[in-house]
Structure formats: C-alpha cells, structure tokens
C-alpha cells in the first residue's frame, strides 16, 4: 500500500515547486513516486467546463479521475504526490458557484461533500498553500485575482467544513512529517 501526500491551494502557491521538492528527496532515498497533476486541463480536454464555470459534472470528473490516478498509482509506487487532491476540486467549486451566482442542489452537494470526506482519510497527509497576492500568477494560468482568491477561501472553507486536518508546506512540523512517512516506506521495504 503506498502513502499519499495531498497538496491543496489556489494556483500559483507554490504547490507543484513543493512536490517536486519531495519528490526529489523520496527518489534520492530509493523510494518509488508518482506524481499526480494537472486534472483540471484533463477535464477541460475532456470537454468540460473549468475555473469559473465549473459544474457539479465537471467537479466530480475531476474527483473521480484524481481518485482513479491515485489508485492506478498505488500499484507501483512507495509514495503518491498529489498536486491538488479531492478538496481542492470543492473550492473550486464553490468559489466557481460564487463568480456566476449559480448553486448546487442539496442531493449535488451532500454526493460530492460526502465522497471528498470519505476520501480524505486516505491521505497520510495533506497540506494547505496559503495565499500571497504579491506573488504573481504564473505563466498560462487564470489571471483573475478575485477568482484566485476566492478559490483560496473557498479551500479554506472545504478543510474547515470537512474536519480534514492540514498542514502548512512552510511549517516546521511538516517536513518532519514528511521524514516520518519516508522512514516508514523505507521499513516497509526492508522486511
């Protein structure tokens, strides 16, 4: 069974530079990773609606094909790094929903609520990106300042709604944490 670590956050936070950091120092150690990426440019190739316009449909394909990679993942890899797990699909949702005044019904959001709940508790750990609005929007992503922050809140609201504990990236716990997940692949590994 491998390990899963989650990084959520609005884009441009600096999550995909985090997992490439830990992706590194796994694979300098001898531990198998696969990186999981990019959902959402997956989903609209796929010909659904992403960012602002985000649905129900939209936001669960993109639950269901993270959730699809991680378990295609596990069956070769020691360690699963997931550059925005289920979460962050929600807060983008949410902050989609509130960009065009639109909403879900209660049966659509208890389904994705419930199925993102469930799911978190798979994650040996996740992480949250906060914010900075002095860091610029990277090249090629969505420009629109309130609608990244939005998404940033709506995050916020989706770990906090959920219960799902979270780490900081920058935090000092967290890279102890992450020692600690590598410490138990590599026990795995030697029985």
Not at 93 to 100: D, G, N, P, S, V
Request: proline share 3%; glycine share 4%; charged share 25%.
């Amino acid at each position: 069974m491998a390990y899963f670590l989650g990084i959520a956050g609005t884009h441009s936070t600096g999550k995909s530079t985090f997992i490439e950091t830990v992706e590194n120092q796994a694979k300098a150690i001898g531990i198998s990773v696969i990186r999981i990426s990019d959902t959402a440019t997956k989903c609209q190739a796929a010909g659904f609606p992403i960012l602002e316009n985000h649905t129900f449909e939209s936001t669960l394909w993109i639950i269901v094909s993270v959730i699809k990679a991680e378990l295609e993942a596990e069956l070769s890899a020691d360690l699963v790094l997931v550059d925005r797990p289920v979460l962050d699909a929600l807060g983008y949702l949410e902050a989609a929903l509130k960009a065009t005044e639109r909403s879900l019904t209660s049966e659509e959001r208890s389904y994705l609520y419930d199925l993102v709940k469930n799911h978190s508790k798979r994650y040996a750990l996740l992480l949250k990106t906060t914010l900075d609005e002095s860091i610029p929007v990277g090249g090629g992503r969505d420009a629109n300042m309130v609608f990244r922050r939005d998404a940033s809140l709506e995050i916020d609201h989706v770990f906090n709604h959920l219960d799902v504990p979270y780490l900081d990236p920058n935090a000092n716990i967290t890279q102890n944490r992450i020692q600690r997940i590598f410490e138990k692949i590599c026990a795995k590994k030697e029985i």
